[in-house]
């Protein structure tokens, strides 16, 4: 495994949907229609081609995030169903059926595509090793993003590419971490896509994002996440990362010398909860009466978090990075909580037992 020095940006999708369908790719993108929006023209910051050119392929070899390629495994094969004959003379019982969510607004149609050849072409932005989700986020953008100014929107042609892989581990399931104690990629999970281009994103509605769009793909280029089906991902931009951003996490990785992040320490008492990547970590605690449980906002993360009771048992109220709350449960029940800052991306349960 061969190491060289790589650069960074950052962003992180939300997954949902998974249906498989053979998708167009990003060399054919049609030109959408301007329309009236309160989105200023933003003009592209000037480029360094000499210091883009410089940045290692995103399919390069990265000291940061390690890759190891798991040893083939021969699938089983499926069982044969077997049927279940219903007696004769009695009713065979309806399928329940499952209600139907509204969806919420979002573009119908892929105006990304697949990025082809992004593993040759496009530049390492930066890694993010989730130790407490057993995952690595593997960023890189083309070379119109890797013009990017700090603190400047991101140019209009952006495209940003998000691979999450599962690390390597043990065979008790322990993650392995290499001599840096960073997770080291093992199997590439999905591979998310953000573009931004004038005119785009209006079907987001109050979900929009500037002039970004999501979409999501599996490794055989099938759709994880359908354009019609990312409103979840314009949401969770527009909740975590924000206009200031640009809609885009972690930018100021772009700007640092190590150009990686992994989350904070991962709690391992069994009375904490972790607040990170707009996620409580784990989303289900059980415990028993009487314990003192512990919200602890991730200070990697740097944004603002409430650990907030549905029925009004407790409330931390704010919490800034690296800020604490704690509460003991004194009767046994679930409590079903929320961030009250991001009720649709942060949902937890706290189990009490006798």
């Known amino acids: 495994m061969k190491r060289s020095l790589f650069a960074a940006v ?11 369908e053979v998708v167009p790719t990003a060399t054919s993108v049609p030109s959408p229609t301007p329309t009236p929006t309160a989105t200023p023209t933003l003009a592209p910051p000037t480029p360094t081609p000499d210091l883009v050119a410089a940045l290692p392929s995103c399919g390069g070899d990265n000291p940061a995030s390690l890759i190891q390629t798991p040893v083939p495994v021969t699938p089983s094969p499926a069982p044969t169903p077997t049927s279940t004959a219903t007696p004769s003379g009695t009713p065979a019982p309806k399928p329940t059926a499952t209600p139907t969510a509204t969806p919420r607004p979002a573009p119908q149609v892929d105006r990304i595509g697949f990025p082809e050849g992004y593993r040759e072409d496009f530049k390492q932005f930066f890694v993010f090793d989730r130790i407490d989700a057993k995952s690595v986020q593997y960023v ?4 119109v993003a890797a013009s990017v100014k700090k603190g400047e929107p991101f140019p209009y042609g952006s495209i940003l590419v998000f691979e999450t892989w599962r690390p390597k581990e043990d065979a008790s399931r322990n993650v392995i971490l290499d001599a840096n104690g960073h997770l080291i990629r093992q199997s590439l999970s999905a591979i998310f896509v953000m573009r931004k281009e004038q005119g785009f994103g209006e079907a987001y509605g109050p979900l929009r994002n500037g002039e ?12 994880q996440t359908k354009p019609e089906n990312t409103a979840s991902c314009a949401s969770c931009h527009q909740a975590g990362a924000g206009k200031d951003n640009d809609w885009v996490f972690r930018t100021e990785l772009f700007f640092t010398p190590s150009r990686y992040a992994q989350t904070d320490p991962f709690l391992k008492g069994t009375n904490e909860v972790g607040m990170s990547r707009m996620s409580f970590q784990p989303g289900t605690r059980t415990v028993k009466v009487g314990t003192t449980v512990r ?3 991730s200070i990697i993360d740097g944004i603002n978090h409430t650990a907030t009771a549905n029925d009004g048992t407790f409330n931390s109220g704010v919490l800034k990075p690296g800020q604490t709350f704690e509460f003991t449960f004194t009767a046994a029940g679930g409590f079903s909580y929320v961030c009250s ?9 706290i189990v009490v037992t006798q």
């Open 10 to 20: 950052a962003f992180v999708l939300l997954v949902t949907a998974c249906e498989g």
């Open 341 to 349: 800052l991001h009720p649709e991306q942060m949902r937890g349960t």
């Open 295 to 297: 919200w602890t906002d």
């Open 212 to 223: 970004w769009e999501y979409v999501a793909y599996r490794p055989d280029k099938t759709y």
């Open 140 to 143: 890189c953008g083309n070379t």
